[in-house]
């Protein structure tokens, strides 16, 4: 079913996306070799705060358990959503990424992808 959205819902989603686009422009700066996963979350977090949203990831409870952070991170060939880490650092340019990002908007949500090759 389709479900077609109201001028109002659509300003919501625009809103969602346009900060979802401009934490991924910052976390496309920041992200450079040597440069952790956690930093790269923390940074997505105080962005996603100061631009007056939430982060829709962290505190998920799929099947109980809490997902503890706000990215979910994977460098070349780890699974899909890793949980960012400290120990976990960000290869040479050469290296592929993802980050999922999403932030609700009430619903809906916007979500994004960063594939970095």
């Known amino acids: ?65 809490v997902y503890p952070k706000c990215l979910c991170v994977s460098i070349n060939n780890e699974i899909v959503h890793g949980i960012p880490s400290s120990r976990a650092r960000l290869l040479p340019r050469s290296s592929r990424r993802s980050s999922p990002l999403r932030v609700p908007a009430s619903p809906p949500r916007s979500s994004t992808s960063w594939p970095k090759s």
């Open 1 to 65: 079913m389709i479900t077609i959205k109201t001028p109002a819902e659509i300003a919501v989603m625009r809103k969602a996306s346009q900060i979802v686009a401009e934490i991924l422009e910052a976390l496309v700066a920041a992200a450079r070799p040597g440069v952790t996963t956690e930093e790269l979350d923390q940074l997505a977090e105080e962005l996603t705060y100061k631009k007056g949203a939430k982060t829709a990831f962290k505190g998920y409870k799929p099947g109980g358990v």
